[in-house]
């Protein structure tokens, strides 16, 4: 059974910095691509970033210059570095992966089979 736990969330201030963590067990998806998603209260689950084989990375516009996803093979871990977190970072962060999706699927959540139970994160002085 595929399974994908995040970690790291917490409390922190604008400018501060986490790192999220993705476990995944039962599958590989280093010939796919994995993704982090965020849902703030009230709104849309929407893209933060992806990283696809070949070592391809993708970011949302709101977060290009202050996260970065990276990927431990060896771990079977994804990570999410976020420095000079916003009060509009603030969510529910989400691991996705999926073993075969499409380009044009990367940055959408429905392009995703498999999904964590999600981090909260919020920015807050």
């Known amino acids: 059974q595929v399974q994908l736990v995040e970690s790291g969330g917490g409390l922190v201030q604008p400018g501060g910095s986490l790192r999220l963590s993705c476990a995944v067990s039962g599958r590989t998806f280093s010939n796919g691509a994995m993704a982090w998603f965020r849902q703030a209260p009230g709104k849309e689950r929407e893209f933060v970033a992806a990283l696809r084989r070949g070592g391809y990375t993708y970011y949302a516009d709101s977060v290009k210059g202050r996260f970065a996803i990276s990927r431990d093979n060896a771990k079977n871990t994804m990570y999410l570095q976020m420095d000079s977190l916003k009060p509009e970072d603030t969510g529910v962060y989400y691991c996705?992966?999926?073993?075969?999706?499409?380009?044009?699927?990367?940055?959408?959540?429905?392009?995703?089979?498999?999904w964590g139970q999600g981090t909260q994160v919020t920015v807050s002085s």
């Open positions: 996705a992966a999926d073993s075969q999706i499409i380009l044009s699927n990367i940055r959408n959540a429905r392009g995703y089979d498999y």
